[in-house]
């Protein structure tokens, strides 16, 4: 029968057809989400890369600006006749430290790292994927955005987050050798540091080498940053020697007033400022809330950790040094930040209190025993870096998961290695280049005597009488 023209069947077919029909838009509408979900997980990923890679430039640039808080720190600890060259110094140890990273430092330390070393290959840039993003097309874009955002995060902005905890290290050597230690030898010792030392330790640790393989545990570098530089300090104390009349014959010791107290104190808010990227930045990620709740309270327990060591140094400075001392105080500060570097990464934020707290005690009882050592550490560097950086990388058995065994393998085995290697190359520099200034270049200051420049020229510079008795004596 037709009807119209139109076959009979026609509402039978109609009914398949619609059948049909329902079934291709489920399809379509399937496949549309499908793509969307694509794209928004593209998306995600694309999200993830630039945060990540952000959060490292970010992180970077607040510990970049820890050099800052170093110069700070030791130009006003030193006398004002040798400000200016430790403010030359300090910028030139962070140029050193880059330069030396990028053409070898970076590749020793991360690049196909063995038990011990990575590999020699100079130079360190972006990967192939990275270039060709930057020269892509409109056409071409997508597919190259694609590719590079297989990795986590741009390459140079992690090297860049590295580099500058490398200069970190480097400042801890300045504060310790302030005031006679030669220039250039100085800076000698810096290139091999941070080009080779430094790197080598970092291979066997954040590089992947022996220690990481057996469980050694440090989060941002109590160990491999602070007491790394404050071994390489140490030994350059030794070498070099304290300065003149630092230790009177009859076992006293010379007190050498800081020069401008807010100045150091700036110096310290500036180093803690720094140190929540420091520490923030070493969780390596913020693609999460799970990395979020993370950074939170690793930057929670470093606040806790810098004030509680302030405060029990405060408290403890005149039964163990005879007087309340401002610079003890604020070396305790940051000796309670160096002690929860290497396990800020635990919600029981009491535990930052307690391990703050013992760092700056560690610190104050450091300062006495090196004055009865004789060793001059102009700034405390060694008991801020070293010895709270022993007490931190060991304190992550408490709470942060370290084990012992393998925490103290890890500090003894780097503080042999970096002490002895330090001691040597400052004992050949001395035979080479000589370590320390001239008796008349270190009684009239290094800013006169080598850089022709005073930090305050206003201020007419008083020959010290121990100075001029060690002067006289010499000859």
Partial sequence: MRRYGIPTNVFG?????????????????????????AADAALDKEAQFVLNTFSFLIWGALVMWMCAGFTMLESGSVRTKNVSMICLKNMGLYAIAGIMYFFIGYNLMYVD?????????????????????????????????????????????????????VATTASIVSGTL?????????FVFIILLTGILYPIVGAWTWGGGWLAAM????????????STGGWAALAGAIVVGARRGKFRTDGSVKATPPSNIPIVTLGVFILWFGWFGFNGGS??????????????????????????????????????????????????ALAGLVSITAGPDFASHYWAVIIGAVGGGICVAGLRLLDLLKVDDVVGAIPVHLFAGIWGT???????????????????AIGIFVFSVSWLL???????????????VEELGQDAGELGIEAYPEFVVMADPDDADAVRNSG
């Fill in 13 to 37: 077919l109609g009914g398949h057809f619609g059948r049909l029909a329902a079934a291709g838009a489920l399809v379509a509408a399937l496949g549309f989400f499908w793509l969307a979900t």
């Fill in 113 to 165: 790292v063995g038990s011990f070393i990575g590999t020699f290959t100079p130079f360190y840039g972006p990967t192939a994927e990275e270039v060709a993003l930057l020269a892509a097309t409109d056409q071409t874009r997508a597919a190259a955005t694609e590719a590079v955002i297989k990795s986590d995060y741009a390459t140079m902005s992690n090297w860049f987050f590295q580099m500058v905890f």
């Fill in 178 to 186: 302030a005031e006679r230690v030669k220039l250039w030898t100085f």
């Fill in 215 to 226: 469980g050694f545990k440090d989060f941002a570098g109590s160990t491999i940053v602070h």
């Fill in 283 to 332: 969780q390596l990620a913020l693609g999460g809330a799970a990395d979020a709740v993370a950074i939170s309270h690793i930057l929670v327990n470093t606040n806790l950790a810098g004030a509680a060591g302030f405060l029990v140094a405060l408290l403890i400075e005149r039964p163990l040094l005879g007087r309340i001392d401002l610079m003890a105080g604020l070396n305790g």
């Fill in 394 to 412: 060991l304190a992550t058995c408490i709470v942060a998961g370290g084990h012992f065994g393998v925490q103290l393998l890890g500090v003894v």
């Fill in 426 to 440: 400052w004992m050949g520099l001395k035979q080479l280049m000589g370590v320390r200034v001239s008796l008349s």
